[in-house]
């Protein structure tokens, strides 16, 4: 009974997929169509979907995202230097406007002015590959 199941299964996908050449090249144009978009003014009106809540004594409020601040990641820290956005920094660095004041085992700290920003590894990864002796 199963197989005979499985036989039929595939067989009425493809009796019910039968399109036509002329099926096809209709879906194609009503693609290129031009379709009627959101109205520039509306899209500009819209509220920023990438807020963060913030609580504080229970009172909720909403903190937007700062979009001229650019993330800045920590990959490495290697001989007292840091691998910070594709490039190594030494103590008093500059990068991207922070200044490097501390390097750490696990992370560093960055300063502009009176922001202060910590940047941390991920977790040790052990990389090497045992292998079992014969």
């Known amino acids: 009974m ?4 499985l036989l039929l299964l595939p067989l009425t996908m493809l009796l019910n997929a039968d399109l036509s050449v002329k099926q ?14 959101v109205n520039l003014a509306t899209l500009e009106s819209t509220k920023d979907p ?8 229970n ?3 909403v903190a937007l995202h700062d979009k001229n601040e650019a993330k800045l990641v920590l990959h490495a820290i290697v001989n ?3 691998y910070i956005n594709d490039s190594w920094k ?13 390097i750490g085992e696990r ?3 960055l300063r502009n002015e009176n922001h202060i920003k910590k940047l941390f590894l991920n977790k ?3 990389n090497f590959i045992k292998l079992e002796e014969r």
């Open 2 to 5: 199963k197989k005979i199941f």
């Open 24 to 37: 096809i090249q209709d879906m194609i144009l009503k693609i290129h169509e031009k379709r009627e978009g």
């Open 50 to 57: 990438f807020v963060r809540l913030e609580e504080e004594n």
């Open 59 to 61: 009172v909720t409020t």
């Open 80 to 82: 007292g230097k840091a």
């Open 90 to 102: 030494s103590l008093d660095d500059s990068v991207m406007g922070y200044t490097l004041k501390y």
């Open 107 to 109: 992370g560093v700290v």
């Open 124 to 126: 040790k990864r052990d």
